[in-house]
């Protein structure tokens, strides 16, 4: 379970030939785990993996995974890997294994927003085995859905659709919540191959399947509004509409909770980038300016990068006065490094 090793640290990057564990075959995989030790873990001990789990997440969201992530991993390595390998009743220990499932799912997550993409890889699979020995259908669906979107945002469009596409078949056993978190993903994969029919069959199905999901939420596996926006977004964009893109976006950025800063920085770039693309330089200026504002609050890899493409993006545009004025103002707060 220490997944805090240098030799984890410098693994391979995203490999898209990476087997898929299917559910059948990760049930079970932990009963070697455990041993004997001095105590017996109770419900108490789950409640705090779980509760912990939740401020760890708060924190990601709103600081970004390169702030979130050292926390975070000490967690798992000194107190969570100890707990799953003490003596507790059949119900406890199945509990403990879902919440330490979560938090590995929640850590690869933070490793993605890092730009670490091999150690991501290791702790989904690390999720993914404790999810299937706590028979746990909703985050091992989650995980895997997590996985195609690192898998798309790379460039593996195959593999994202072969992801998604193993989350959705695991799938009804993991409730009605479930399906509109991963039609909107299996929407932005088939988008990403060029499947236009398959993308907007995907989107209509996470249209209707929102409309009959829960109303409670899950701190790792929540589906709102604002996500459905951003893959309306990101289909029509792949689809080769950048206006039906920037509609979509401006509507996923007005509906999202403040409390999701990292996801508001990093889509009011995107969002710029496409306002760029048809032509609305000043708009998109205005877009940027707000990611910004909160940009010195989020210490994330991935919004590095959109940075640094803003900076590209908008070098032929310094004679007008609006795209200067940005730049000269994003210098002087974003990393030296992000302008090479």
Known sequence: MDLSRRSVVNA????????????????????GARSRTLRRIGEPDVATVVAMTERLSEMDDQ?????ARPPTASFIVNTVAPLLRTEATEDVRKAMLSAASDL????????????????AQRYYQKALELAGASEDHLTYCTT??????????????????????????????????????????????AARTGNRV???RYLREAERAMEKAESREKALG???????NYHVSQVRFELGDPRGAVEAMRESD???PGVYRRSRVKERAILAERQLSI???????????????????????????????????????????????????????????LLA
């Open 144 to 189: 895997l859905r997590g996985m195609s979107v690192q898998a798309v945002d790379l460039g593996h469009g195959a593999t994202a659709v072969r992801l998604a596409d193993a989350a959705a078949a695991a799938s009804p056993q993991a409730g009605p919540r479930m399906r509109p978190f991963l039609a909107g993903r299996q929407a932005h994969a």
């Open 63 to 67: 600081f970004g995974g390169r702030t």
């Open 222 to 228: 929540s589906y709102s509004p604002a996500s459905l």
């Open 198 to 200: 398959e993308a907007l």
């Open 254 to 256: 007005r509906l999202r």
């Open 12 to 31: 391979a990057l995203f490999s898209a030939a990476l087997t898929i564990p299917e559910w059948p075959d990760v049930v079970g995989r932990m009963e």
């Open 104 to 119: 590995c799912y929640l850590t690869g997550y933070m490793a993605v927003d890092e730009g670490l993409h091999g150690l």
């Open 279 to 337: 032509g609305h330089l000043e708009a998109a200026c205005v877009t940027w300016g707000n990611a910004l504002d909160d940009y010195p609050l989020v210490d994330s890899g991935r919004i590095d990068q959109r940075f640094r493409d803003m900076f590209k993006l908008l070098r032929p545009h310094l004679k007008n006065q609006e795209a200067k004025s940005l730049y000269e103002r994003a210098r002087a707060v974003v990393p030296p490094a």
